[in-house]
C-alpha cells in the first residue's frame, strides 16, 4: 500500500476554527492514509462491521441464535485496564493526589507525540464527535475522540450519542474534551493513558482494550469528568442508578458505587424475585452518573453512557436474566470463548460447551487449565436492548436521588446494609470503602483494598481534595440524599454467604426507601443506623433468626481496628485531608471506644 508522506487534506466542513486545527494539527503528526469523520448512522456501523470482518478483527457468531452479534478477540497481553500506565498530569504533584499516577504536563506531551509519530501510517483516522448524556441536556458534556481504531468506533457508537447531533452541540458550545487514541504495536512497553485534566485532554497509546481505548467511558466520564465537576460543581461518579417501583406506582431512584465484582450490573438490572409481587426495577444506568443541583437544591443523576460495556463471565439466566437476555442480539462479544455451533460461551453461562477459547485456541473443557473466556471478556450493547430499561435514560432533567449506596465486597466487618448518620458521616462512608480486587485490574486477585467511593482507579484529581468537595454539599442545600452502606458478601465461618444475594436485594432497597421516607425507625450505633431484624422482609427465604442477627449487628473490636485503619489511610493524604472527614473518623473511634 502506498503511504502518504504528508496528512491528508482534512475532509470536514465544521464550522468550528478549534476543531479544525486540532484535527490537521493529530493528522501532521500521526499521518495517516485517510481521515473518517463519523456521523454515527447505522449505515456506518455496519459497513465498519463489513471492513472487519473481512480483515478477521471481527467474526460473525451463530446468526441464527445471536443475530447481529459479532466475536472480537484482543492481544493477550491488552485484556483489561492498566492503573500502573495510567497518568494524571499536572503542574503541581499534589493536584494529582496520591491516588494517581503523576508526571508534569511538558513530559506527558513529549512521551505521548513521540508514540503517536506516524503512528496512523497506512491507517484511517477516524474523528468521532460524541456527547457524554442526552444531547439536548444541560448536565451532559461534549468530546471528541481521535482513533485509528474501527472496534473503538463502533463500540462508541453504542456507548455514547455519537456523530452529527453531537458535533452540532460541540459547534455551538465552542467546547469539548479532546482524546487522542491509537492502538499503536500492542506493545505493553510502549502502553500509556495519560490525562491533562487542566486541558481537558487524554492521550492513549497501545492499547485497544476498554477501559483504555473507548475515550469516552472511564478517562472522559470519570477522570477528566471528576476535575470538571469540582471546577462546575457538581460530581461525576462510578454509580449505577436505578428505579425501584412499588406495588402502588411510585418509584424511588437510587444512586449506587461498588468497585468491580461487586454486583453493580446485577443490582443495576435486577429482576424482583415472585416473593415480591408488584414491584419493579428500572434501570437507568449500571456503571456512571453525573449528579447536579437543580434550581430548587434536589441532586438529580443522569447517565452519561447510551449502553453496556459488561464483564461477562457470571452471566446467566439466574444471576441476571435481564442482562443475558439482552446479549442475545445486536451485542459485540470480546474475548470469550465459542461453542461449537458458533456461539459466545463464557463460564456459569450454563448452556452450551466451548471448543474455541478465548484466545481463538482448541479448547477442550476435560483437560483445559484455564478458563475458556477472559474472565474480563466483556459484552457492548445498547442500553435500549435492557428489557428493565427506564426512557427517563433520556431525560434531559435526570432524575432525582433519594438514596447513595456505597458498597463492597467484605467476608466479614460490613454488615448487611446501615444508614450514615448525616452527610458528612456519609462522606466517611464512601471514603471508607474497601473491596477485594478482581480480573478488571492488573495485579493479584482477592487483594482487599480501600477504594473511596468506588473511585480509586478513576478520580482525576488529589482525594483529599475530592472530599472536600463533596464536603461542600452539605453548605449547599438543605435536600441532599440519605447515605447507606451495603455488603451482600457476608460469609460464615464455612465460607458460606449468608445473604442470597441477586433479585433478593430487593428486601434491603426496601429498607433503605422506607428509611428514606421516615416509614420505620433504626438502631443507631457508632457506625451509623442499623435496621431491626425484623424490618428486613425475610418472608419466604430459608434465613435463620440467627442468621439475620449476624447480619444486622457489628463486632466492637472488629471495627475499632476497621476504623482505625481508615483513619491510616486518610492521614495518608497530609495536610491537604478536610478537617472535617478526620473528625467524624475520630467521633467514630471514639463511640465505639465506649461502646458496650
Same mark, same amino acid.
Given at each position: ?250 418509584? *424511588?431512584?437510587? !444512586?449506587?458505587?461498588? &468497585? #468491580? ?9 435486577? @429482576? =424482583? ?106 459484552? *457492548?450493547?445498547? !442500553?435500549?436492548?435492557? &428489557? #428493565? ?9 435526570? @432524575? =432525582? ?196
Amino acid at each position: 500500500m502506498h503511504l502518504r508522506k504528508t496528512p491528508p487534506e482534512n475532509p470536514t466542513n465544521t464550522t468550528l476554527d478549534a476543531l479544525k486545527t486540532w484535527v490537521d494539527q493529530v493528522a501532521e503528526l500521526t499521518r495517516p492514509e485517510d481521515i473518517h469523520w463519523c456521523t454515527g448512522s447505522d449505515k456506518e456501523y455496519r459497513t465498519l462491521v463489513s471492513q472487519m470482518l473481512a480483515d478477521g478483527t471481527l467474526k460473525t457468531l451463530n446468526e441464527t441464535t445471536y443475530p447481529n452479534c459479532y466475536l472480537h478477540l484482543s492481544d493477550p497481553d491488552d485484556v483489561a485496564r492498566v492503573e500502573h500506565l495510567t497518568f494524571v498530569c499536572t503542574a503541581d504533584q499534589q493536584d494529582a493526589g496520591p491516588n494517581n499516577n503523576w508526571m508534569p504536563p511538558a513530559d506527558g506531551h513529549a512521551k505521548m507525540n513521540a508514540l503517536f509519530d506516524g503512528a496512523m501510517r497506512g491507517r484511517t483516522m477516524y474523528v468521532i464527535p460524541y456527547c457524554m448524556g442526552p444531547v439536548d441536556s444541560p448536565y451532559s458534556r461534549c468530546g471528541i475522540e481521535i482513533t485509528d481504531s474501527p472496534y473503538v468506533v463502533i463500540n462508541m457508537k453504542i456507548m455514547t450519542r455519537m456523530g452529527e447531533a453531537a458535533l452540532a452541540r460541540i459547534e455551538r458550545e465552542g467546547k469539548f474534551v479532546r482524546g487522542l487514541h491509537s492502538t499503536g504495536e500492542l506493545d505493553p512497553e510502549r502502553r500509556f493513558i495519560m490525562h491533562f485534566p487542566d486541558e481537558l485532554s487524554i492521550k492513549s497509546y497501545g492499547s485497544g482494550y476498554g477501559g483504555n481505548a473507548l475515550l469516552g467511558k472511564k478517562c472522559h466520564a470519570l477522570r477528566i469528568a471528576s476535575y470538571q465537576a469540582r471546577t462546575e460543581g457538581w460530581l461525576a461518579e462510578h454509580m449505577l442508578i436505578l428505579g425501584v417501583e412499588s406495588p402502588e406506582g411510585e418509584t *424511588t431512584y437510587i !444512586a449506587c458505587a461498588f &468497585p #468491580s465484582a461487586c454486583g453493580k450490573t446485577n443490582l443495576a438490572m435486577m @429482576v =424482583p424475585p415472585a416473593s415480591q409481587p408488584g414491584w419493579k426495577v428500572w434501570t437507568l444506568g449500571d456503571d456512571i452518573a453525573w449528579l447536579h443541583l437543580d434550581e430548587d437544591g434536589q441532586l438529580r443523576a443522569i447517565n452519561p453512557e447510551s449502553g453496556y460495556f459488561g464483564v461477562v463471565p457470571g452471566t446467566n439466566e439466574k444471576t441476571n436474566k435481564n442482562a443475558y437476555d439482552m446479549i442475545q442480539h445486536d451485542a459485540i462479544f470480546t474475548n470469550v470463548g465459542q461453542t461449537a455451533d458458533g456461539e459466545p460461551w463464557w463460564e456459569q453461562k450454563k448452556t452450551g460447551t466451548p471448543v474455541i477459547d478465548w484466545q481463538g485456541r482448541d479448547y477442550d473443557p476435560a483437560t483445559a487449565k484455564a478458563p475458556a473466556a477472559h474472565p474480563n471478556s466483556r459484552f *457492548t450493547v445498547s !442500553a435500549k436492548n435492557n &428489557p #428493565s430499561y427506564s426512557t427517563l435514560a433520556d431525560a434531559p432533567e435526570g @432524575v =432525582p436521588i433519594s438514596a447513595i449506596v456505597f458498597g463492597g465486597r467484605r467476608k466479614e466487618i460490613a454488615p448487611l446494609v446501615y444508614e450514615a448518620k448525616d452527610w458528612k458521616h456519609g462522606v466517611l462512608v464512601g471514603a471508607g470503602v474497601a473491596s477485594e480486587t478482581t480480573a478488571a485490574m492488573v495485579g493479584n486477585v482477592g487483594v482487599v483494598r480501600r477504594d473511596p467511593m468506588a473511585m480509586k482507579p478513576f478520580c482525576g484529581y488529589n482525594f483529599a481534595d475530592y472530599w472536600s468537595h463533596w464536603l461542600s454539599f452539605d453548605e449547599r442545600t438543605d435536600k441532599l440524599p440519605k447515605i447507606f452502606h451495603v455488603n451482600w458478601f457476608r460469609q460464615d465461618a464455612d465460607g458460606k454467604f449468608l445473604w442470597p444475594g441477586f433479585g433478593e436485594n430487593l428486601r434491603v432497597l426496601r429498607w433503605i426507601i422506607d428509611r428514606c421516607e421516615g416509614r420505620i425507625d433504626a438502631r443507631r450505633t457508632p457506625i451509623g443506623y442499623l435496621p431491626n431484624a425484623e424490618d428486613i422482609d425475610t418472608s419466604e427465604l430459608d434465613i435463620s433468626d440467627e442468621t439475620m442477627h449476624a447480619l444486622t449487628t457489628i463486632n466492637r473490636e472488629t471495627w475499632l481496628e476497621e476504623i482505625a485503619s481508615i483513619g491510616e489511610y486518610l492521614e495518608s493524604y497530609g495536610d491537604r485531608l478536610p478537617a472535617d472527614l478526620k473528625q467524624e473518623q475520630q467521633k467514630v473511634a471514639e463511640d465505639l471506644a465506649k461502646a458496650s
